[in-house]
C-alpha cells in the first residue's frame, strides 16, 4: 500500500459536466468541463487560450452537483462559488485542467455521499417496449 503522497482529506466526487468561470461577476464567462469536486475546492479542464486561469488568480466559478438523498431520491444542486486557481496542469496542447481552492466550502462532502445500500435492481421495475 503506498499511501505516502496522498494528502487529501477527503473523497472526490468525479464527474464531467459544464462548469463556467470568470474572472468576477463582470468578467467574460468561459466553459470547462468538471473533473472533480469537494467541499473545498474543483478541478476542471478548459481550452489553453488567452482566457485560460492562472495560477494565484481569483475567479468565480458556477456548476452543477448531482446530490443523493437518504431516501434514494437524486437532484443537482446548482453552486457558484469564488476562490483562487491552485494549480494549471498542461493536458495537452488544447487542453488545461484548473484546480481552485474556494473560499467558502461548500455545505456537504460530494464525493462522500451515502447512496442507498439496497441492490438498485431491486429497486428498478422491468421496462417492457
Known sequence: MNATNERRREERLRYHWPV??????????????MADVSSEGAAFTCYT??????????????FSI???GE??????????????VHRVDIVNNM????????????????????VSQADPTEQLEPLFV
Open 71 to 84: 431516501d434514494g431520491s437524486f437532484d443537482m444542486v446548482d453552486v457558484v462559488r469564488s476562490g483562487n
Open 20 to 33: 463556467w468561470f470568470a474572472e468576477d461577476n463582470d468578467g467574460e464567462i468561459q466553459q470547462g468541463q
Open 49 to 62: 487560450s488567452d482566457c485560460c486561469p492562472y495560477p494565484g488568480q481569483h475567479m468565480m466559478a458556477r
Open 95 to 114: 487542453l488545461r485542467r484548473v484546480a481552485i481552492c474556494f473560499a467558502e466550502p461548500l455545505p456537504f462532502r460530494p464525493g462522500e455521499q451515502t
Open 66 to 68: 448531482p446530490r443523493h
